[in-house]
């Protein structure tokens, strides 16, 4: 079974900063992307950014130049710098993980979630 644990959400004033950081651990698996959501009550989940195995970054038109998604390989870790914070990203973040997981002599590849962290952006 594979998990993604979150860490590093909380209230921060509007300009400041956080980071955000998901493992993945588990079962045998690969990794083909991993990244970050967020949702608010009442709005359809939406991606924020994500980072493919071989490190390349996609990111939300509203997080750019914002936001910096990064990847411990070792770890299987990825981390979500998140500065110049606006009230509007007031949300819970949850953790994607795109992966390849051995099940005896299979691999199988699935979507996981982790449980969210709440990011509040207000003064």
């Known amino acids: 079974q594979v998990q993604l644990v979150e860490s590093g959400g909380g209230l921060v004033q509007p300009g400041g900063s956080l980071r955000l950081s998901c493992e993945a651990s588990g079962s045998s698996f690969s990794i083909y992307s991993m990244g970050w959501y967020r949702q608010t009550p009442g709005k359809q989940r939406e991606l924020v950014a994500t980072?493919?195995?071989?490190?390349?970054?996609n990111y939300a038109d509203f997080v750019k130049g914002r936001f910096t998604i990064s990847r411990d390989t070792v770890k299987n870790t990825v981390h979500l710098q998140m500065n110049s914070l606006k009230p509007e990203d007031t949300a819970v973040y949850y953790c994607?993980?795109?992966?390849?997981?051995?099940?005896?002599?299979?691999?199988?590849?699935?979507?996981?979630w982790g449980q969210g962290t709440q990011v509040t952006v207000s003064s």
């Open positions: 994607n993980a795109d992966l390849g997981v051995r099940r005896g002599l299979t691999i199988t590849r699935d979507v996981y």
């Open positions: 980072i493919t195995s071989d490190g390349s970054t």
